[in-house]
């Protein structure tokens, strides 16, 4: 059975960062493809960054140039690394193994 815990959110001010984690179970991560997704408030759903099992990197224009996606094969963790927090990334963020388990989500909130 597939599990994934993300960790890392949290509360920080505009212009702060932070790092997500998600850690798998019952998967490799390096053999699949994962994404991170966010869900605000009254929002839908949408994939903010994703990483091909070749390490190909996909992002969403809105988090282009300040997040980053990477993931730790020997740890079997997906990381995402977020820079230049905005207030509009306030959302509960998401680890996904695409087209297949998520995880519970972890909240990101940023202050302006």
């Known amino acids: 059975q597939v599990q994934l815990v993300e960790s890392g959110g949290g509360l920080v001010q505009a212009g702060g960062s932070l790092r997500l984690s998600c850690a798998g179970s019952?998967?490799?991560?390096?053999?699949?493809?994962m994404g991170w997704y966010r869900q605000a408030p009254g929002k839908q759903r949408e994939l903010v960054a994703a990483?091909?099992?070749?390490?190909?990197?996909n992002y969403s224009d809105s988090v282009k140039g300040r997040f980053t996606i990477s993931r730790d094969n020997a740890q079997n963790l997906l990381y995402l690394q977020m820079n230049s927090l905005k207030p509009e990334d306030t959302a509960v963020y998401y680890c996904?193994?695409?087209?297949?388990?998520w995880g519970q989500g972890t909240q990101v909130t940023v202050s302006s």
């Open positions: 990483m091909t099992s070749g390490g190909i990197l």
């Open positions: 019952g998967i490799f991560f390096r053999f699949n493809a």
């Open positions: 996904r193994v695409i087209g297949g388990a």
